[in-house]
């Protein structure tokens, strides 16, 4: 899908993408209307809207900084920095690249779309709608996650992908992006964490520790 829009933006920026969208947005509006009105329930209302938070995934941040330092000192440290550059670079490519890009409006600020969504946040973002940075955003650490980690938790590491499969459909469900704007930035986040985590594995290692076989607690 993304490579279809960009090969429209090259050969003829405006009718090519206009053509696009307008192949694209009856199945996007199709299915954000049953994932926001007829796939909804009280409880999903409650909760949802607080999974898109950064605030409501501290305790787990810290969990892994602490967890990862205590275990692997110094090579934990640069982990932590693995994590940082990979929300970086995917904050950069989908937010500031992309978007920029290519300008598509949200769900919440469509007057055909709108009108038959419920909303559970209290703005409407102003930014493009494609691509979800949150997706791009989790999918990338995510990735990052399960490729430096698997290594010491095993299967456990693939449970990433389901944290942040909840958080990019969230911003569907609550009215902010499509759901075409979640695939995409979920598949571009997925590239960017493979390529972080492979570059970590081969040049650093989280069991490499220096002169020492001390196992993770």
């Given at each position: 899908?993304?490579?279809?829009?960009?090969?429209?933006?090259?050969?003829?920026?405006?009718?090519?993408?206009?053509?696009?969208?307008?192949?694209?947005?009856p199945f996007?509006?199709?299915?954000?209307?049953?994932?926001?009105?007829?796939?909804?329930?009280?409880?999903?209302?409650?909760?949802?809207?607080?999974?898109?938070?950064?605030?409501?995934?501290?305790?787990?941040?810290?969990?892994?900084?602490?967890?990862?330092?205590?275990?692997?000192?110094?090579?934990?440290?640069?982990?932590?920095?693995?994590?940082?550059?990979?929300?970086?670079?995917?904050?950069?490519?989908?937010?500031?690249?992309?978007?920029?890009?290519?300008?598509?409006?949200?769900?919440?600020?469509?007057?055909?779309?709108?009108?038959?969504?419920?909303?559970?946040?209290?703005?409407?973002?102003?930014?493009?709608s494609f691509?979800?940075?949150?997706?791009?955003?989790?999918?990338a650490?995510?990735?990052?996650?399960?490729l430096?980690?698997?290594?010491?938790?095993?299967?456990?590491?693939?449970?990433?992908?389901?944290?942040?499969?909840?958080?990019?459909?969230?911003?569907?469900?609550?009215?902010?992006?499509?759901?075409?704007?979640?695939?995409?930035?979920?598949?571009?986040?997925?590239?960017i964490?493979?390529?972080?985590?492979?570059?970590?594995?081969?040049?650093?290692?989280?069991?490499?520790?220096?002169?020492?076989?001390?196992?993770?607690?």
């Open positions: 899908m993304l490579f279809f829009i960009f090969v429209a933006m090259i050969i003829d920026p405006a009718s090519g993408l206009l053509t696009i969208w307008q192949q694209i947005q996007d509006t199709w299915l954000i209307t049953h994932i926001n009105q007829d796939w909804s329930s009280s409880t999903l209302d409650a909760v949802l809207p607080f999974m898109r938070e950064t605030l409501f995934w501290i305790p787990l941040y810290l969990f892994l900084i602490l967890y990862t330092i205590m275990n692997f000192g110094m090579r934990g440290v640069w982990w932590v920095l693995g994590v940082v550059l990979t929300a970086a670079l995917a904050d950069i490519i989908s937010s500031q690249i992309i978007k920029q890009i290519v300008m598509r409006d949200r769900p919440c600020q469509d007057p055909a779309v709108a009108p038959l969504l419920r909303f559970f946040i209290n703005y409407c973002p102003r930014s493009s691509t979800s940075s949150h997706a791009c955003s989790h999918f650490q995510a990735m990052f996650f399960y430096t980690l698997r290594s010491v938790w095993g299967r456990w590491a693939a449970l990433f992908f389901g944290w942040a499969f909840v958080i990019a459909y969230t911003q569907v469900y609550v009215g902010v992006h499509y759901p075409v704007d979640v695939i995409c930035g979920s598949l571009i986040g997925c590239g964490g493979l390529f972080t985590g492979k570059l970590f594995n081969n040049k650093i290692g989280i069991l490499r520790l220096a002169s020492t076989n001390q196992q993770p607690t």
